[in-house]
């Protein structure tokens, strides 16, 4: 068995507490929470969180939520920009049933208490990039994620059958029999065997495997990494999206400057002042994700500068405080007005748009795990997410991944764990865990990040790889160690498909490869490299 896909913890040796659910949810944000109530309605749940329940991505994101929620948008217009977007490789039912599904599961949170803006006694609904029609829903603004993600932890926390568990890192996932029976949880200084029917993996992305990211300090790829351990099959880890515009001061974490701010008039101009990307595509600062990111990427190259300005001086103060009070908040802490100053910004890693192959009911190719949300690949999204499809995506696929775990409740009890020694040749001692972290994502920020080439791609899958020699036969004891292990291990799979992807698709960009090329490589990639099980053939 290869390094990579030992265990983390040799259970043989250890001593540990044991605890039975029907369903257990690993992560809480709105693929966890959506996918905790669904399955509440028929079983009993437990739901661990890497950090507080109000820690994720989701509670992070700015940007609203997309749904045909008008009389002025439709169906087909919301499913035909999306699969523009993802540039071929969206799983066509998998857009559909998410752009149907949506609206309902809007209204659901609005009926459970969640509060979003109205203009004249209607939702308010901004238009943001890549997008046909004003359809993205926002709460305060800039505040949808808190919304959504206090909403449903209210919901959550309504149902008795329902346990939360806070500051709990889930080691790995024990596997019986080719089946999922649970995982392997690490609380308060002590493991615990956790035994379910059903496992749903919702962890989020990976945005910490890069050195420039919005995502929280908790994004390390957990879920990718314990999936792969356990056998599953990873799909299209090359499409890492970029955010065009975070904010880029000295000192400051890169906080995220949402779409919608473009959406409402707000405009890129360079240091010398010029509005730069009218040059680049003619949508200029409503262009995709992955046009805006890689133009100023390009821009900046030209001109030597370190970075460009976000300017919303001519929309006026009054609306942009009222519109966006975050972002007002964040810039007054560096002494920036919002509303007169340019505000410096650069693209960061948002979004990883591949993750753990799964079906409509967010079923993997290991029976009893589930997966939804950033950590999964559901097919909505191909080769590059539209803006404000993820808290769409978690809503759906959350729920439907949760009514597919309650339904397994019925399957026969597992056996008793037994579990093989493992086979550790270091301790973590000897591995210095910060400069291994910063190597990391110093190497994947210069070689797979938004401009990537052949020559770069095989020097990181070559140094990647020569870490993971060592670092992971590594024995771990905390928390720490075993995000190092997650993060190379994440980071190895990006690098390779990437390398394997001999063109330019969506949020992947090759400057030796520059073109999009339908025949060749309009298919998915898979970690490992196969043509992965029946229902995944392209």
């Not at 669904?38 to 739901?47: N, S, W």
């Not at 519109?323 to 920036?336: E, G």
Request: net charge negative.
């Amino acid at each position: 068995m290869p390094a990579s896909w030992r265990p983390l913890a040799d259970l043989s040796s250890l001593d540990f507490d044991r605890h039975e659910t029907d369903v257990l949810v690993i992560g809480g944000g709105v693929a966890g929470f959506s996918a905790a109530i669904a399955a509440a309605q028929g079983a009993r749940v437990l739901c661990v969180m890497k950090d507080s329940a109000l820690t994720s991505n989701t509670w992070a994101a700015q940007g609203g939520v997309a749904a045909v929620l008008s009389d002025e948008d439709s169906l087909e217009a919301h499913r035909d920009d999306t699969l523009v977007a993802g540039v071929g490789l969206c799983d066509e039912e998998a857009v559909e049933l998410v752009v149907r599904e949506g609206p309902e599961r809007v209204h659901e949170l609005i009926a459970w208490g969640g509060s979003f803006d109205e203009e004249e006694g209607a939702l308010h609904l901004s238009l943001e990039g890549g997008h046909s029609r004003k359809r993205v829903l926002h709460a305060k603004g800039d505040q949808t994620g808190v919304e959504i993600q206090k909403t449903l932890l209210r919901k959550v926390k309504s149902f008795a059958n329902v346990e939360l568990r806070e500051h709990v890192f889930a080691v790995d996932l024990t596997i019986e029999n080719g089946r999922c029976v649970g995982a392997l949880l690490w609380h308060q200084g002590r493991y615990c065997l956790v035994r379910a029917r059903a496992t749903i993996l919702a962890t989020g992305g990976a945005g910490q495997l890069y050195r420039e990211t919005t995502n929280p300090i908790i994004a390390t790829g957990d879920g990718l990494a314990m999936a792969m351990r356990a056998g599953a099959i990873l799909r299209d880890m090359e499409f890492i999206q970029f955010h065009p515009t975070t904010l880029y001061i000295a000192g400051s974490a890169r906080h995220l400057i949402t779409e919608a701010v473009r959406g409402e008039g707000g405009v890129l101009r360079d240091m010398r002042g010029e509005r730069f990307m009218v040059h680049y595509h003619p949508h200029a600062e409503l262009a995709p994700r992955d046009v805006v990111s890689r133009s100023i990427v390009r821009h900046m190259r030209m001109n030597g500068d370190s970075h460009v300005f976000l300017d919303l001086s001519h929309l006026g103060a009054e609306f942009v405080r009222q519109r966006f009070p975050s972002l007002d908040a964040t810039c007054r802490l560096f002494k920036l007005d919002v509303a007169r100053d340019l505000i410096p910004i650069h693209p960061s890693v948002h979004y990883v748009m591949g993750g753990v192959l799964s079906d409509l009911v967010g079923q993997t190719t290991i029976p009893g795990l589930f997966a939804c949300g950033e950590v999964a690949s559901s097919g909505l999204h191909g080769a590059n997410r539209l803006a404000s499809n993820s808290l769409l995506e978690g809503l759906v696929f959350g729920r439907r991944a949760g009514l597919g775990a309650a339904a397994e409740k019925g399957a026969q009890p597992a056996v008793p764990a037994v579990f093989p020694e493992a086979d550790f040749g270091l301790e973590g001692s000897v591995i210095n865990i910060a400069d291994m972290f910063n190597s990391i994502k110093s190497l994947m920020w210069k070689d797979v990040g938004i401009v990537r080439s052949g020559e770069g791609l095989e020097r990181a899958v070559g140094r990647l790889g020569n870490w993971s020699d060592y670092v992971l036969q590594c024995r771990f004891h905390s928390a720490q160690g075993w995000e190092l292990v997650n993060t190379l291990t994440v980071a190895h799979a990006v690098a390779s498909a990437a390398l394997w992807r001999e063109e330019s698709r969506g949020a992947h960009f090759r400057s030796d490869f520059p073109e999009t090329d339908d025949e060749g490589w309009r298919r998915h990639s898979y970690t490992p490299m196969t043509n992965g099980p029946d229902f995944a053939q392209d």
